[in-house]
């Protein structure tokens, strides 16, 4: 449809454009379809548009998807405003739901982030918060199911500096699992799940030597070696033993690894977070002792 044709018929074209911006339009694009002030008011009054920021109306209905409240904060914000942050993170699917705590959805579910280039400017709109960035370069912007976004590794960068580690290593290999285009620079610390994160903020902070992280030892996967002492330990949480055939392979594992000449050593997650003390002290000592014989 031409400019033309939408000043005839502009809820048409109104709704063509809602469709394909997830159910939102902006002022100015209300305005280049020729519906202004007194158009706007008409179309308010009858329940066609309904302001979800200023210059910003759903069309319809006031019940937008979450991808519609990203789309109309972006829009609310101006070209060249992209989502940004934890809004990205979700848009990427960085964070799966069925992993997610009530907290961490409550988070997610809050003030919607958007990057805005420069360097000055409103850090907050409604619900919105804006962030001004300097180095946000037209190579970290792309768009994702219409939605002007900053990339996958754009995305992570901002994450490192607003995540625990273990959220954002979690992200990491969430957004590696799924496959997305990242830059080979970002490197998590190499665990899987915020328990064995744990673990290594234990090593750290009791100054425990760095462990090796999730090393394939015999066609096993074990959580963390220290290769000289010849010394594994494996981190248990209650998710991994819920079935019989998981527990019995772990000691199968652990048998094999024990042939191989490995020490094996496991700790729980409430060992981990009510008696850190302990492992700590534990694991100094085993690792002053020689390692095991053959």
Known sequence: MDAQDAKGNPDREIARIAARQHGVVSLRQLGDMG?????????????????????????GHRGLSERGRWMAAVLACGPPAVLSHISAGALWDMFPARKA?????????????????????????DTIQVHHSVTLGPDQVTHKDGIPVTTPSRTLTDLRRILPQPRFA??????????????????????????????????????????????RIAGFDVDFVWLERRLA?????????????????????????K?????VVRFTWRQLTSDPEMVAVALRELLRRPPPAG
Not at 38 to 57: D, E, I, M, P, S
Request: proline content about 4%; hydrophobic content about 35%.
């Open 259 to 263: 042939l191989l000449g490995y020490e």
């Open 170 to 215: 979690a992200a990491m290999r969430e957004a590696e699992f799924l496959g997305l285009p990242l830059d080979i620079r970002l490197k998590p610390d190499g665990t899987r799940s915020e328990m064995e994160a744990a673990f290594l903020r234990l090593c750290r902070r009791h100054r425990v030597p760095s462990p090796a992280v999730n090393i």
């Open 101 to 125: 705590s009530g907290a961490w959805r409550r988070r997610r579910a809050g003030a919607i982030h958007v990057t805005v280039p420069g360097k000055d400017g409103r850090t907050h709109r």
């Open 233 to 257: 330990v494996e981190v248990d949480g209650w998710d991994s033993h819920r079935t019989r055939s998981s527990f019995e392979a772990d000691r199968a594992r652990d048998m094999k690894l």
């Open 35 to 59: 519906v202004h002030r007194q158009g706007r008011a008409t179309r308010t009054r009858q329940g066609w548009l309904h302001r979800v920021h200023r210059g910003v109306y759903a069309v």
